[in-house]
């Protein structure tokens, strides 16, 4: 009787593993080897490294706190649980979505994992656009109020894996929302 694969274990093995090397530089056989699987296994089951890759990145993806984001009568709590659902997100993802971004267009193979990230994306971009459909914040394209909401976050990020993370000062995300709706609350 064939072994069962902890297939939530090994997509969490394969998204580190492309995070730490990057698509080029991630086999099959560190992937088999660290989620405890034969590496004809993952051949029998997705094909190639490309498909396992991209099953896992977007099997992460859609189960990040950053795909689950609702919107509320509340624009501040909204705005807030978005900061925290991009932040945890950024601490499991993070580096995998940033070297995902890196690699497309070098290896489009991967454009199905990037496709898997866009929702998380629209449904961040749907919270700013219902408050400002609700006249509650300013007009504007929801994709840059998103990208100023969350950019000291991506900084911060990109910050801590360059290994400057005690020259910087982890974000309030209560501070950062106060900030931008200081900026970019309707009046």
């Given at each position: 009787m064939p072994r069962r694969i902890d297939v939530g274990g090994l997509f969490d093995t394969t998204v580190a593993v492309f995070a730490e090397h990057g698509y080029r530089a991630t086999t099959t056989q560190e992937i088999a080897k660290r989620a405890g699987v034969n590496e004809v296994t993952l051949f029998r089951r997705y094909g190639d490294k490309a498909t396992l890759i991209n099953a896992a990145l977007t099997h992460a993806l859609a189960k990040s706190p950053f795909a689950r984001l609702i919107v509320t009568d509340d624009t501040t709590a909204d705005l807030v649980a978005l900061v925290l659902a991009y932040a945890e997100t950024a601490e499991k993802y993070g580096t995998a979505v940033v070297t995902l971004a890196v690699e497309v267009p070098r290896h489009p193979e991967l454009s199905a994992a990037m496709?898997?990230?866009?929702?998380?994306?629209?449904?961040?971009?749907?919270?700013?656009?219902?408050?400002?459909?609700?006249?509650?914040?300013?007009?504007?394209?929801?994709?840059?109020?998103?990208?100023?909401?969350?950019?000291?976050?991506?900084?911060?990020?990109?910050?801590?894996?360059?290994?400057?993370?005690?020259?910087?000062?982890?974000?309030?995300?209560?501070a950062l929302v106060a900030a931008f709706l200081n900026g970019h609350r309707a009046s």
């Open positions: 496709a898997a990230f866009m929702p998380n994306l629209h449904n961040a971009m749907q919270v700013i656009a219902t408050h400002q459909d609700r006249g509650e914040l300013t007009p504007g394209d929801p994709t840059e109020k998103l990208l100023m909401l969350i950019a000291p976050l991506m900084m911060h990020g990109l910050w801590t894996r360059a290994g400057a993370k005690k020259l910087v000062a982890e974000p309030d995300p209560k």
